[in-house]
């Protein structure tokens, strides 16, 4: 985080919390490995068609969001922190149509034990724009719901 960041950006932050009732050992591995991204990444009505997963420090990620109407939303980043089954932090940038990164931003996943259950903490520093804001905080909502259905799913604690 360089001093070439506006005050306004460093301030655009989104804060999600979830309670699901699955481990959070189980809870890490939806957000690390290709299976799983496939079955929840991205917002309602949108599927995930393609993941790659690098799950070192350093390594590289790439998904894309295929929206109802067909039009493909790329993104990348690079792992900067994996701390199994408790913290996960990654870079994170929307590719433009020449399939090169523009802003990137920084997401953290913070995955506490209740018990059994799993509190998960989302957080996305660096949103460019008020409008990618709202986006992406609505975004990630439905994503963080999908995520903690799959978990209680794979836990076998919801009903199918």
Known sequence: MGSDVSPAVRSREIVLVREIDAPRELVF???????????????????????SVDLREGGAWRHCILAP?????????????????????????????????????????????????TKLTFRK?????????????????EALDKVAAYAEEQAGRRAS
Request: proline letters at 8%.
């Open 29 to 51: 591995r939806l957000w690390t490995e290709p299976k799983h991204l496939l079955k929840w990444w991205g917002p309602n009505n949108c599927s995930a068609p393609s993941v």
């Open 69 to 117: 109407g067909g039009k493909e939303y790329w993104s990348r980043g690079r792992y900067i922190e994996i701390t199994p089954p408790e913290r996960l932090v990654f870079t994170f940038a929307w590719e433009n149509s020449a399939g090169q990164p523009e802003h990137e931003m920084q997401a953290i996943v913070e995955l506490e034990d209740k018990g059994g259950r």
């Open 125 to 141: 520093h660096q949103l460019p724009s008020d409008t990618e804001f709202k986006l992406q905080s609505s975004g990630w909502a």
